[in-house]
């Protein structure tokens, strides 16, 4: 049929733009209403009279008016513009090309290095893989960082949350994971960011090394609501992309507490009761969708890092609590020791990997127990310590606690740019533990 394969007809058929008079533009009260007949996840393009369209998406709909809200900041807006329907979910480009590249949430290119080439459109929405051909977490994910690969062991497709208030290290922590890790690619979701920091994030943190087998999508903070949520949506549909082709896909997310706040906001456009310290029940949802499109598949693996906000360090508001039941570990980032010139700040004796022994062997583990135990007998003892209250001698554990902790604390320390490999760090490990008779 006029000389396409089948597979090249339906390629030109997805991909060719499906515009059908709508409507007219009804309202403007932070959701704008149209008497379009559009379905929910629908793109609309409203005509001004001069300038680009703007492009806004069916959030939900009321008889024959639907709820739209734009991509971008609208403005010179007047009630009974044409609204055009375009009739189909957000598409975002995907694969090999995007290498490098930094785009915003609607898969644009943000950066000055030409358009996109040769990139496959792929949906935003898309299921979970089905839990039963969920490959098991087996391979160790090696982050070369001491801290998390001696302590906290990750896995290949595993979901882990970064729990951590600002400038507390965050975003230096993962520019040097995804330098370092074994992963083949990145993908990284920076929502809400401020966009100062942006620039600071690609060039500092992550760098030319990290930036060659990266994708960057971003959505900063002024931007609305609905592109910040779809910017993490678009960025999974990448990872997802490179999961299919069998890859082992390193995703990070700054942050999942931003991208409630995002959804937060269309609930309460939507007329959503507010529950928990304001959240709508819809945020909860799409932390769930969001984390369960993450991990292994049938083929290839998404490990996914996913920083959580904490404000004032507690652990227990609804988001941090909404995580940390979803996701398979979590790793704490204390200010007090952030405070202390200590980097990573990571507080050990507070942070989990649940599936550590599934990637480890028995003499890992049991040196893992052993470091955790100096930790827990000097953290006793150290308030009596400081004030020069404690008797050496009055314990023989706490007399060999004190002695390790300067080992124990250079083998947590690691200054940026500073790498160890797995089995060194193993090394060091099984040094400390075997120094520690109890």
Not at 62 to 77: I, R, S
Not at 139 to 165: H, N, W, Y
Not at 396 to 403: G, L, N, S, Y
Request: aromatic content about 4%; some cysteine.
């Amino acid at each position: 049929m006029l000389g396409l394969d089948m597979p090249s007809l339906r390629d030109s058929i997805t991909k060719t733009p499906l515009y059908r008079t709508g409507g007219r533009l009804r309202s403007v009260t932070g959701l704008m209403t149209a008497s379009v007949p559009a379905a929910v996840g629908d793109h609309c393009a409203i005509l001004r009279r001069d300038g680009e369209p703007v492009l806004a998406e069916c959030i939900g709909f009321e008889n024959d008016l639907a709820y739209l809200v734009p991509f971008d900041h609208a403005e010179d807006l007047r009630p009974g513009m044409p609204v055009l329907r375009k009739g189909r979910g957000l598409m975002v480009p995907t694969g090999g090309n995007l290498l490098g590249r930094v785009v915003d949430g609607l898969g644009r290119p943000m950066d000055d290095l030409g358009p996109l080439g040769n990139c496959p459109m792929k949906p935003v929405n898309r299921p979970a893989p089905p839990a039963l051909n969920r490959q098991r977490i087996r391979e160790p994910f090696v982050t070369g960082i001491r801290a998390i690969d001696g302590m906290l062991t990750c896995g290949v497709g595993q979901r882990v949350g970064i729990f951590a208030g600002s400038g507390v290290g965050k975003s230096t922590l993962l520019g040097e994971i995804a330098k370092g890790s074994n992963a083949d690619v990145n993908v990284i979701a920076l929502i809400g960011e401020r966009g100062r920091e942006v620039a600071p994030f690609l060039e500092d943190c992550l760098g030319a090394e990290g930036m060659a087998r990266s994708v960057v999508v971003v959505a900063t903070c002024e931007q609305t609501p609905i592109m910040r949520v779809r910017a993490c949506q678009s960025a999974i549909a990448i990872a997802d992309h490179f999961r299919d082709g069998g890859a082992n896909v390193l995703l990070m997310v700054d942050s999942l507490t931003r991208l409630a706040m995002a959804q937060r906001e269309l609930g309460l456009l939507l007329g959503e009761p507010p529950s928990a310290r304001g959240y709508t029940p819809s945020c909860f949802q799409v932390l769930a969708n969001t984390i369960e499109r993450l991990g292994n598949a049938a083929v290839g693996g998404i490990t996914a890092l996913l920083t959580v906000l904490v404000d004032g360090g507690d652990l227990d508001e609804p988001i941090s609590d909404s995580v940390r039941s979803l996701v398979d570990g979590h790793i704490v980032l204390d200010r007090k020791i952030a405070e202390r010139g200590f980097y990573p700040a990571i507080d050990v004796s507070r942070s989990i990997s649940r599936v550590a022994t599934d990637v480890i062997d028995r003499e890992h583990a049991m040196a893992a127990r052993k470091f955790r135990s100096v930790l827990s007998t000097y953290a006793e003892v150290q308030d009596l310590i400081r004030i020069g209250a404690y008797v050496r001698g009055s314990s023989p554990q706490v007399d060999r606690a004190i002695e390790l902790m300067p080992r124990i604390e250079k083998f947590l320390k690691q200054e940026p740019g500073e790498r160890s490999g797995y089995d060194q760090t193993r090394q060091l490990l099984f040094q400390i533990a075997g120094a520690w008779p109890f």
